[in-house]
């Protein structure tokens, strides 16, 4: 039960932290973003962990632990989490597929205003001097 758990928690989850960020950014500003991204991901978890802790304290004052005010109640804190869970679900199918196609492709960074890649001649930075792509 542990290992399916233990499966299924990271197969989602993992794909979206780390090999999505890898496939969707531009590569010149990959580790940038990815670093972004992966902070993100950290802060949404502790941001989760300590919020659900003081949601899920009990209506009544009374009832709370020490040092906590009241809540909203476990069922509600887990409608709460489901909620913010299927929104997850959703922004994920909004990340584009890469269907093969390079990260230079897909962002389009190789094309000029007129929509059409680079030509066949490319000025040098050597002395301002057109040579020919290759």
Do not use: W
């Not at 804190?77 to 199918?93: A, D, E, K």
């Not at 196609?101 to 490319?122: A, T």
């Amino acid at each position: 039960m542990y290992s399916l758990t233990f499966f299924f928690a990271n197969f989602g989850p993992n794909a979206t932290t780390f090999v999505v960020p890898a496939e969707i950014f531009p590569a010149r500003l990959r580790s940038t973003c990815h670093g972004i991204s992966a902070a993100s991901g950290k802060l949404g978890a502790m941001v989760g962990a300590f919020g659900f802790l003081y949601l899920a304290q009990s209506q009544d004052k009374t009832k709370t632990d020490a040092g906590y005010p009241a809540g909203i109640g476990v069922k509600n804190s887990l409608l709460v989490l489901g909620g913010i869970n299927f929104l997850g679900i959703l922004f994920t199918f909004l990340v584009p597929e890469s269907k093969g196609k390079s990260l230079e492709e897909m962002s389009r960074e190789n094309e000029d205003e007129n929509g059409e890649g680079p030509g066949l001649e490319q000025t040098s930075s050597f002395n301002n001097r057109t040579v020919p792509a290759y």
